[in-house]
């Protein structure tokens, strides 16, 4: 398998993303004793693809390009510079490595403070260096912090998960304020950094802003931290309380915007919410920006161990039967879509509204849930479940994290945002995703409907690839790997089948906004010699809501007159 010099730098850089949301739970916490962690690549301006790189072994004095993928106010592809190659780095798929490792993030501003210009790391370079060089949780968050300390650190703060096969932990980091002295080096580094283990059996989640409020310097077994992370708080005159009363979030990410609250850490609530023990009603004075002081939990407890199943739907929410639901009213539209299209907030009469940020978004460019489980050997245990396009409405499809390929639909360089490829999985979902926005109380159900029963069925099928891979284990892992490759590759493959007969049959069925009937075994029913009020196509109407609305605003122009005419 040929790969140009940059198409291959691109591969371990298209992992990051303006990735938004991150749902995170421990092996106590899961139905299976898994760890799994999600999220979301949400970006206007992101493709879906899927990035590998295989694992190989380096010369001595090799060096690492570190090249920045995406949007950024240097350029769409920013080469840093080189930093040595480790002697072996592992195989990656996606961000979940050959010893299931996982690594997900969501991006945040927090302070505003000038960017190190000679920094050579980007957060999602960073990522990709620690799952092809660490092996643990713990590992991956050190060797974040020495090496962003040692070469710089280029990008803004981040919430970082950081999870293996036996626990998991959060991350928040926050660039240091450059010092540069007479020749223009700069003296202040890096990152500062707090990281949370989150207690087996709870579960936790982040959005775009930080989440770790005070930090437990006391206890190494459960929390890590940078030397100086409230000194270079008080060197910048950020704080001046003791260490004991010391904020991360507070202090580097203050909540200063009420987007905060209502857009980013209304998706942890709605997490904790479906799942959670605690009654989540009385922080909705929180995630309403009306009272900053009334923070989320950093985690909690679920009142039941959760599936890969339910997670995945977690991933599909839209505030769905709570006050925020978006299918609900007006702003839905006739068919009940929770989709909103920008802008985001706007004003009228001086009053200023905002739509509601759910977690299954339009834009996104690609969505995974990694699943670690550590009673399976690590060529078997890791399984990074892969989805293009809106989590809405797309299909997970299970990648074993050994694979040494993946699917052509998938590939880097099969279409792009500017680029229609026939062959492309993401520009397949988009197909039907634009078919389920028009029409979301049909469409989209259905759909919904479909995705579900796929990913069931996938969920079957992982479990017997693990008991065919663990017999072939036992004689040799490489056929393990040989196999587990083949049906990561040819599940994908005809996932993307599927979709294709999928696309033309929605089409059909719902063309014009028609509903068409359907015969026992599926096929349509012809209208050819029938009554045609037995078999004519239905159609669902509008919605309450929306005509409530248009009888308001259009109601005596649309009223209809009595004109006295017997018919």
Known sequence: ??????????????????????????????????????????????????????????????????????????????????????????NVIGNMNEH??????????????????????????????????????????????????????????????????????????????????????????????????????????????????????NDPENWLYSKDVVDEARRNGWYEGSDEDFSFADTYCPLTKASYMRACDLRVWSFFNRFGEEDMGKYIDFVMAENPSNRLPLWVKPKHKISVQELAEAMRDHYEGTMFDMRAGIAAGAQECPYRWRDNDWTVDGVKYVNERATAVQQTGFWFL??????????????????????????????????????????????SLKEYSPTSMFWMVNRIAQLCYLHYNTTGNEVHAVVAAHEAEMVEKVAEADAKALELYKRSPKK?????????????????????????????????????????????????????????PMNKGLSKAYKEAVVKERGPMMKVRNTGIKE
Request: with cysteine; glycine share 8%; proline share 3%.
């Open 1 to 90: 398998m040929k790969k140009t010099l940059l198409s291959a730098l691109l591969l371990f850089a298209v992992t990051y993303g303006f990735a938004c949301t991150n749902l995170i739970v421990t092996k106590g916490a899961s139905a299976d004793g898994s760890v799994m962690v999600t999220d979301a690549a949400d970006s206007h301006t992101r493709y879906g693809c899927l990035a590998y790189t295989l694992a190989a072994d380096h010369k001595p004095g090799s060096m690492r390009k570190i090249i920045q993928w995406g949007s950024d106010f240097r350029g769409p592809f920013y080469y840093h510079g080189d930093i040595p190659e480790a002697p072996h780095t592992y």
């Open 480 to 536: 393990a790997v040989k196999y587990l490759t083949s049906f990561s590759v040819n599940e994908a493959d005809a996932l993307f089948e599927k979709w294709e007969r999928l696309d033309k049959y929605v089409l059909v069925k719902y063309v014009d906004g028609n509903i068409k009937k359907q015969n026992d075994d599926g096929s349509f029913v012809s209208y050819e010699g029938r009554d045609w009020t037995t078999v004519a």
């Open 370 to 415: 990694g699943q670690a489980r550590s009673w399976l050997p690590d060529e078997v245990g890791g399984v990074f479940w892969f989805a293009v396009d809106d989590a809405g409405t797309s299909p997970l499809t299970p990648v074993y994290a050994c694979s040494q390929d993946i699917s052509d639909h998938y590939r880097f360089g099969n279409g």
């Open 100 to 217: 299931q490792l996982i690594l997900g993030e969501t991006t945040y501003d927090g302070r505003k403070v000038e960017r190190d210009t000679t920094a050579k790391i980007d957060y999602g370079s960073m990522m990709n260096i620690c799952l092809q060089r660490c092996t643990t949780a713990r590992e991956a968050i050190l060797l974040f912090a020495e090496i962003t300390d040692l070469y710089g650190y280029c990008q803004t703060g981040e919430s970082i998960s950081v999870a293996d096969k036996n626990e998991a932990w959060i991350m928040d980091i926050f660039p240091r304020k450059p010092h540069y002295d007479a020749n223009g080096v700069n003296t202040n580094k890096g990152i500062v950094f707090a990281a949370a283990r989150i207690p087996d059996g709870y579960i936790c989640a982040h959005a775009n802003d930080a989440r770790i409020t005070k930090i437990n310097f």
